[in-house]
T-cell receptor, first 112, second 114 residues
Framework: DQQVKQNSPSLSVQEGRISILNCDYT??????FLWYKKYPAEGPTFLIS?????DKNEDGRFTVFLNKSAKHLSLHIVPSQPGDSAVYFC???????????FGSGTKLNVKP | DTGVSQDPRHKITKRGQNVTFRCDPI?????LYWYRQTLGQGPEFLTY????????KSRLLSDRFSAERPKGSFSTLEIQRTEQGDSAMYLC????????????FGSGTRLTVV
């Protein structure tokens, strides 16, 4: 059972524009969400997180939005840069933070 | 400390053979995790250690899988009698305390069972 879903396998964006990556979840007990970025031949790298008590968290060019009623979160990257081209995973956890459920990833391609 | 190290990076084995992977976490991290990632999917949780204690195991971890973390430092993941369905990337991660700031993942061990 896929509790975290990323329904867009890929996304292509022009450099300088906004990239919006989406993630849906089914488990209402999830209360902590993270985004990871993964380059080929490397492990995932933590990018940004959000707790369920917030609806927005911002870190430089990256902003994560959480809509609990819709069980939906999104990652906005603005402006997008070619170095942002990678696979992005969203992940969710219940309050023990010991186990994260990952989505299947969205491959972002930022074109120069 | 340069991060989480995994060895080997790649392993090709014949079906039925046993394989063992090693993970060296960041030295001050007390928590260590194993995940498995198959093609086109996100990482799936396998097991988790706090220091030397294995506190949680996924049902994905069949009897053929065993993980250890002696002395709370490095960890090993052994797969006995490998099957083709075991082919995957095996990722190790570590953290200090809970994963509030995310884990630090290693680059993984890619296992191919032929």
């Amino acid at each position: 059972d896929q509790q975290v879903k990323q329904n867009s396998p890929s996304l292509s964006v022009q450099e300088g524009r906004i990239s919006i990556l989406n993630c849906d979840y089914t488990n209402s007990m999830f209360d902590y969400f993270l985004w990871y970025k993964k380059y080929p031949a490397e492990g995932p790298t933590f990018l940004i997180s959000i707790s369920s008590i917030k609806d927005k968290n911002e870190d430089g060019r990256f902003t994560v939005f959480l809509n609990k009623s819709a069980k939906h979160l999104s990652l906005h990257i603005v402006p997008s840069q070619p170095g942002d081209s990678a696979v992005y995973f969203c992940a969710a956890s219940v309050d023990n933070f010991n186990k994260f459920y990952f989505g299947s990833g969205t491959k972002l391609n930022v074109k120069p | 400390d340069t991060g989480v190290s995994q060895d080997p990076r790649h392993k090709i084995t014949k079906r039925g053979q046993n394989v063992t992977f090693r993970c060296d976490p960041i030295s001050e991290h007390n928590r260590l995790y194993w995940y498995r990632q198959t093609l086109g999917q996100g990482p799936e949780f396998l097991t988790y250690f706090q220091n030397e204690a294995q506190l949680e195991k996924s049902r994905l971890l069949s009897d053929r899988f065993s993980a250890e973390r002696p002395k709370g430092s490095f960890s090993t993941l052994e797969i006995q009698r490998t099957e083709q369905g075991d082919s995957a990337m095996y990722l190790c991660a570590s953290s200090l305390g809970g994963g509030l700031d995310g884990y630090t993942f290693g680059s993984g061990t890619r296992l191919t069972v032929v």
